[in-house]
C-alpha cells in the first residue's frame, strides 16, 4: 500500500534514508536525524513531504519531495529528493506506484513537472525512470554551494 507519511513513520524512514545513503557509497555523509525529518515533516511549518510502501505493516519505501517551481510554466512542480525501496521488495511494482503517486500528485494539482537527480552510474535506476517516460536533462549540469564554501560566500 502506498500512503502520505504519518509522524509514527518517521524513525523507519530515517532508516531508510541511511539504507539509500549505504547504496550511494555515502554512508558517512547522510546526518539525517528523526527529530530532523519529524521537524521537516510535520513541524509548524513543513516544506517536506512524503509517501511511505507499506508491506504487512512495515515501511519498506518511501519517497521525500517538495515544491519547486517554474518560471517559465509560472507553476509549480514536484522535486523528488529521495524514493527508496528495500532491495527484497524491488521488483514488486513499489517503487513505480511510489512514483506514480508523485506524477498523480502533480497532474491533480496542475503543477507543470515532476523532477529529480540520479547518480550516473545507478544504471537500474535510470533504466527504471526511461521506462516510465522520464528523460535526461541534458545539457545541464548540478552545482551547489555546500560547507566552507557557503559560509564564505554566504557570510
Known amino acids: 500500500m502506498i500512503r502520505r507519511a504519518r509522524e509514527d513513520d518517521v524513525a523507519a524512514m530515517v532508516e531508510l534514508?541511511?539504507?539509500?545513503?549505504r547504496y550511494e557509497e555515502e554512508p558517512d555523509s547522510c546526518h539525517l536525524t528523526e527529530e530532523q525529518l519529524r521537524t521537516a515533516l510535520f513541524?509548524?511549518?513543513?516544506?517536506?513531504?512524503?509517501?511511505?510502501?507499506?508491506?504487512?505493516?512495515?515501511?519498506?519505501?518511501?519517497?521525500?519531495?517538495f515544491l519547486n517551481f517554474s518560471t517559465w510554466e509560472g507553476v509549480h512542480g514536484i522535486y523528488l529528493e529521495d524514493l527508496y525501496v528495500r532491495p527484497e521488495h524491488r521488483g514488486s511494482g513499489l517503487?513505480?506506484?511510489?512514483?506514480?503517486?508523485?506524477?498523480?500528485?502533480?497532474?491533480?494539482?496542475?503543477?507543470?513537472?515532476?523532477?529529480?537527480?540520479?547518480?550516473?552510474?545507478?544504471?537500474?535506476?535510470?533504466?527504471?525512470?526511461?521506462?516510465?517516460?522520464?528523460?535526461?536533462m541534458d545539457g545541464w549540469s548540478v552545482y551547489r554551494l555546500t560547507g566552507d564554501a557557503l559560509r564564505s560566500f554566504g557570510g
Open 17 to 21: 534514508v541511511h539504507e539509500l545513503a
Open 43 to 65: 513541524g509548524p511549518d513543513p516544506a517536506l513531504f512524503g509517501h511511505v510502501a507499506e508491506v504487512d505493516g512495515a515501511v519498506v519505501g518511501l519517497t521525500l519531495w
Open 95 to 136: 517503487g513505480k506506484r511510489l512514483l506514480r503517486t508523485l506524477a498523480s500528485e502533480c497532474v491533480e494539482r496542475g503543477y507543470a513537472r515532476l523532477e529529480w537527480s540520479v547518480l550516473d552510474w545507478n544504471e537500474p535506476s535510470i533504466a527504471f525512470y526511461k521506462a516510465q517516460g522520464a528523460f535526461p
